[in-house]
């Protein structure tokens, strides 16, 4: 399968605060922020719990599944990895298993595909393995 | 205990801006059209730069305060402020931070600036070139999301969706920007005016909402105002305008990371713009012309619904051009042709005009306006508004 975008897009840098989100999803998993004082679902990394302040933020694998919350289509290229691509999809995706915390990625679909907030999609892990480091994003699909 | 507040405190004395260039074409080099937009802040309110004491910005301005007052000979430098944040959210917080200096005495003559000459250093519209991104954007850039534009809209497509609002609504908010620039000789879109089979025509920058006329320009340029203490403006030559409220900040987490803000689709405004009218001691129905801070038509439309002047459900019907047009709609709207159409000077181009207008003076005048408010950059994080007055508001 072909990745979603052209090569040569900036990669993720793997901060310390992201480091368990990143290794998860090398291994295949959906793995996120989960405080260990309340209980709250944290998403992006942070070093603090934005709801009762503890340091102990823990990381928990939660279902690779969602909703379409908001969605974009770009077509102007705004970085020369992209000129002559696209248009593309990008998605906001809410997760209901982890607190509708919510993450960004692109719909693997066709270019024209409409698209619908509230769609049920699943997870797409895209490996970058000839990075270096390697890396893997999350994509989203709709569910079948 | 008296009411802490700056309502009738401070008063904009000068404005001043270069010429507008588009991007790339401006002749001078960016510090030297902040010093052209100061000196000409300065000549306007009738006061020697000398005697500024103080300067304040935003959006991480490279014209920094020593060197303007090294360059300038001022005599002693009192107050020097950034405000957070990018873009123009904070173009109404960098003439509130000068006005809250000049009211507590920390200052006396403080100039509020922004210079920004795109076409010299990085433009906005285009991907950081890095070969890794982190924080915030490690979560966005390898999936293609790196411009300001894509970084909004999906927010736009969430509120748009949500009530149903159609993009006719904020085609009439780019046609009112570039109806109003064909009389402002100032203007970039001077002499370039915009149609409905235009704008439809233009090609898409992001779908669903943003084609290229929904997006502001990238500009070359200077803008300028100059703060004093209100009885001292009542001694200078022109008409005085007040500070009458304003309001920076953000609602809960509106900077929440990877898109988590808990109120998304949202220009930021909730509270921001109801602290803004607690000062002012009006509300939306008082204000006779709006200039409201256009990055994207949809960040617009956020902004009016929550600073009160545009009912969502209303949104299809109220939005249409005659509305927004000087001297004879409803609410006449960036009467002096705004970021879209006059000039990407991150919004200080439409303080500019808010004083203008209160002074009689503008191109597209409004019959006798006694408040005039200005929405600022919306969308980012902190945002920032203020209203302008009249003495007959006082």
Redesign the interface.
């Known amino acids: 399968m072909s990745n ?2 052209p090569p040569g ?7 310390p605060v ?1 480091k368990p989100y990143w290794e998860g999803t090398r291994a295949g998993k959906l793995v996120i922020q989960r405080c260990k004082g309340c209980g709250a679902h944290q ?4 070093w603090v719990c ?1 709801r009762c302040h503890s340091f102990d933020l823990g990381w928990e694998e939660v279902a690779p599944r969602g909703r379409i ?8 290229p ?2 020369p990895a ?1 000129s002559g691509f696209g ?2 999809t ?1 998605v ?1 995706v809410e997760l209901p298993d982890a607190g509708n ?6 719909l693997l679909c066709e270019p024209t595909a409409p698209v619908e ?1 509230g769609a049920e999609v699943e997870a797409v892990f895209e490996p970058h393995d000839e990075a270096d480091p390697p890396y893997t ?1 999350v994509q989203w699909r709709l569910k079948g | 205990m008296s009411e802490r507040t700056l309502r009738g405190k401070v008063a904009i004395a000068g404005i001043g801006e270069t010429t507008y260039y588009k991007h790339g074409q401006s002749p001078d080099a960016e510090f030297k059209l902040a010093l052209q937009a100061v000196l000409a802040a300065c000549r306007d309110a009738g006061i020697d730069p000398k005697e500024v004491d103080g300067f304040a910005s935003y959006g991480n301005d490279r014209s920094e305060a020593v060197r303007l007052a090294a360059a300038l000979g001022i005599k002693e430098l009192r107050f020097s402020n950034m405000h957070w944040g990018g873009g123009g959210g904070g173009v109404a917080a960098s003439v509130a931070n000068a006005a809250a200096a000049v009211h507590s005495g920390m200052a006396n003559c403080v100039i509020a600036f922004r210079s920004l000459a795109q076409g010299q250093f990085a433009r906005y ?4 070139a ?18 300001p ?2 970084r909004f ?3 736009i ?2 509120f748009m ?1 949500e009530h149903g609002i159609r993009h006719e609504a904020l085609r009439s908010i780019a046609m009112a920007s570039y109806h109003h620039a064909q009389t402002n000789p100032r203007a970039v879109m001077y002499g370039r005016p915009l149609t409905e089979e235009k704008y439809d025509a233009s ?6 909402f943003h084609r290229l006329f929904d997006c502001c320009q990238e500009n070359d340029g200077a803008g300028a105002v100059l703060v004093v203490p209100a009885d001292r403006a009542k001694d200078l030559p022109h008409k005085p305008t007040y500070l009458l409220g304003t309001a920076q900040g953000g609602h809960h ?1 509106s900077a ?5 803000a808990p109120d ?2 949202s220009a930021h405004f909730p509270t921001v713009a109801k602290n803004m009218w607690a000062m002012a001691k009006l509300g939306p129905q008082d204000v006779d012309v709006v200039q409201a801070y256009e990055n994207f038509t949809g960040g617009v439309l956020l902004s009016l619904v929550e600073h009160g002047f545009v009912d969502p459900k209303k949104a299809n019907e109220f939005l249409v051009l005659e509305n927004l047009l000087a001297p004879t709609g409803r609410m006449p709207m960036n009467t002096s042709g705004g970021n879209l159409a006059e000039c990407y000077m991150h919004g200080l181009e439409m303080v500019n005009e808010a004083v203008r207008q209160l002074r009689g003076t503008a191109c597209n005048q409004v019959p006798n306006p006694e408040v005039v408010a200005v929405l600022g950059g919306p969308m980012v994080t902190p945002v920032s508004s203020l209203v302008l007055g009249t003495e007959a508001t006082l």
């Open positions: 979603a975008l897009l900036p990669a993720p840098a793997q901060e992201a998403w992006g990394p942070e934005h919350w908001s969605w974009q289509r770009p077509h102007h705004v970085h992209l248009p593309y990008i906001l915390v919510r993450m960004v990625g692109n907030i994003l | 519209g285009r991907g950081a890095v070969a890794a991104a982190a924080g915030d954007d490690a979560f966005l850039f390898p999936y293609g999301l790196m411009s534009a894509q809209a999906m927010k497509t969430r969706t090609r898409w920058i992001v779908e669903p987490r929440a990371p990877v898109h988590n998304y689709a």
